[in-house]
């Protein structure tokens, strides 16, 4: 999206993404948990838009930010800039978790899950590496193409996915 100019066709994909989620969001009453009032159940809504949004942002910035890099942003580079946001966000993830005492219900969690504790870490330590894959992935493709595309493709990956969680929920 930075290094492209806005036209019509970009806008009108844009738009047309945002209006498709929200037109599937609000007819989706088989998701709703039962006694969710509909102020709750709208908050919860307006959030997840706000966090599409910042998601966005935040991807269109890191593109801006190789575009005014000032240096020849290389794969390497990108590479470093993903081993820096990982260890800032895990180190922030850890503290946070310290002071709540989330390991201890990590624990608590892994002695009540249906599947058994080894099951259960491997879900947590196989998500951990799906989810640096998928980031390592985002930043490439917006380092060889642009935000916008990866956007796209990832409204697309989702969606996919969320349809194969729904065809097992119903």
Do not use: W
């Amino acid at each position: 999206m930075v290094k492209h100019k806005f036209t019509d066709y970009s806008v009108n994909a844009v738009v047309l993404m945002m209006l498709g989620s929200i037109i599937l969001g609000l007819h989706m009453n088989r998701d709703r948990p039962i006694g969710e009032s509909n102020q709750r159940y709208m908050l919860g809504f307006v959030m997840t838009l706000v966090g599409a949004a910042v998601h966005g942002f935040v991807n269109a910035g890191v593109e801006y930010s190789h575009v005014k890099a000032g240096v020849v942003v290389t794969f390497d580079l990108v590479m470093q800039m993903q081993f820096v946001i990982s260890m800032f966000s895990t180190l922030f993830c850890i503290v946070a978790m310290i002071i709540n005492k989330d390991f201890q219900a990590i624990i608590r969690e892994a002695e009540e899950f249906g599947l058994g504790q080894k099951k259960y870490y491997m879900i947590l330590a196989l998500t951990a590496i799906s989810l640096q894959t998928m980031m390592i992935g985002s930043l490439g493709m917006i380092f060889c193409s642009s935000a916008l595309l990866f956007g796209i493709v990832n409204a697309l990956l989702n969606s996919k996915y969320n349809k194969y969680l729904l065809s097992f929920s119903a």
